[in-house]
C-alpha cells in the first residue's frame, strides 16, 4: 500500500481469508486471496511476527526491499480466492 514502511505477506491461507473478509471487501468490495513462492534464503532474513491470534503471522519486509522480494519470487502468483461484498 502507498506510503507503507513495510510489506506484509501473510504465513498462512486462514488468515490471508480473514484480511480479505473483513478488511478488503469494507475497504473496496473485493478481497482476494493469493499464494506465491519465495526463495527460502530471501525469508530467511526476516522473523515471522505474531500480530494478533495464534494464526495472525506474518512476515515484514521493509518497502525498500519489494524489488529483491520480487526477484526472489519462484513461479508463478496465483490467486486462490476472491470474494466480495453480498448484496
Known amino acids: 500500500m502507498p506510503g507503507q514502511p513495510i510489506f506484509y505477506p501473510v504465513t498462512n491461507e486462514e488468515y490471508a481469508k480473514e484480511i480479505a473478509k473483513k478488511w478488503n471487501i469494507r475497504d473496496s468490495g473485493v478481497g ?9 534464503s530471501f525469508m530467511d532474513r526476516f522473523k515471522i511476527q ?20 520480487n526477484a526472489n519470487i519462484v513461479g508463478k502468483i496465483e490467486v486462490i480466492g476472491e470474494y466480495r461484498k453480498s448484496l
Open 32 to 40: 482476494y486471496v493469493t499464494k506465491f513462492r519465495v526463495k527460502k
Open 50 to 69: 505474531c500480530v494478533g491470534a495464534s494464526h495472525h503471522t506474518e512476515w515484514w519486509i521493509p518497502s525498500n526491499l519489494l524489488e529483491e522480494l
